[in-house]
């Protein structure tokens, strides 16, 4: 029994971890907390059904029993590139005039209506109700003993296994990567050794949103699509990234699978309504043992 409890917590800690990811480098990098990334979840949730849709009516149908084809895999391609425009054009109207004022307050603060904006336009352009990628009923398949999961389920792990190794890659053998981590490790050094600190920004903006987008296409594939998705999502996604040690993306993969897991295990013993709770109590109970996060490093 408890095993499939902690892969149905391996399953949504997936979809946090990516989230969180995006949160803290932005907070590392831009340095203020961005409550409106939840709503870029909802949104690149809502680009990938534009483009799930799409296929549908070409195909003259549904994707078919499995929703992880190449047509899905192009739909999370096209979510992140859309997402990441739209969150160039957030901080384009909103963070970087502010970011000249240098009150980080101002910053959170517009974050706030910043997302509630995002989430209003959701229920304009789409509606209220509840959407899926995917009609069709999936069976189940044993991969243990007594652990069932879907294909989609498989699916989600598999990729943001995959998504997580390649962000590792990323930043540390690439320019642009390396170019980030000094970034955020110093700002004004990065900038007196040449390093192009606006172009850093943008592509923070984007990695961030990019996998965002990933996070709330997942969300929906294995839940279901709502405009208050995002909403939902933005405090499991802080609480991962402060579990993890804010500002370290692979605390935030590890706090969010410590969030996913303590959500779902504690069904186990108490009503599905405190699932939220019980992963800000392990937050808690960590930062009062360890301040800085499990990964997180004294400064």
Do not use: C
């Not at 709503?39 to 195909?59: C, E, K, N, R, T």
């Not at 209506?113 to 995917?134: D, K, M, Q, T, W």
Request: net charge positive; charged share 10%; no cysteine.
């Amino acid at each position: 029994m408890i095993g499939q409890y902690l892969a149905d917590g391996i399953v949504l800690g997936s979809t946090i971890a990516l989230g969180a990811i995006g949160l803290t480098l932005t907070y590392n990098i831009l340095n203020f907390a961005n409550f409106a990334h939840g709503s870029l979840l909802s949104w690149g949730a809502y680009f990938g059904l534009v483009f799930v849709m799409a296929f549908a009516g070409v195909q003259g149908g549904t994707f078919g029993p499995l929703s992880f084809g190449w047509p899905f895999i192009v739909a999370l391609v096209g979510a992140a590139v859309l997402t990441s425009g739209l969150a160039l054009l957030v901080d384009w109207l909103v963070f970087r005039p502010l970011r000249r004022s240098n009150i980080q307050v101002a910053l959170v603060f517009a974050s706030f209506g910043a997302s509630l904006l995002l989430r209003n336009f959701i229920v304009v352009f789409f509606g209220p109700e509840p959407r899926y990628y995917n009609n069709s009923i999936q069976i189940t398949r044993e991969i243990l003993p007594g652990v069932r999961m879907t294909p989609d389920q498989i699916f989600v792990v598999a990729l943001a296994v995959v998504l997580v190794v390649a962000l590792h890659l990323f930043l540390t053998r690439t320019k642009l990567g390396k170019a980030m981590r000094a970034t955020a490790d110093n700002l004004a050094l990065a900038q007196v050794t040449g390093i192009n600190v606006q172009g850093v920004m943008r592509w923070t903006w984007v990695v961030g949103a990019s996998l965002a987008a990933v996070g709330g296409m997942f969300f929906g594939l294995t839940v279901q699509i709502l405009p208050e998705m995002g909403f939902n999502l933005v405090l499991p996604l802080f609480a991962a990234a402060i579990l993890g040690g804010i500002g370290s993306v692979y605390g935030a993969v590890l706090g969010g699978l410590v969030i996913g897991i303590a959500q779902d295990v504690s069904v186990m013993f108490i009503s599905p309504a405190y699932k939220p709770a019980v992963a800000f109590v392990i937050m808690i109970v960590v930062l009062l043992v360890r301040p800085t996060g499990i990964l997180g490093e004294k400064k």
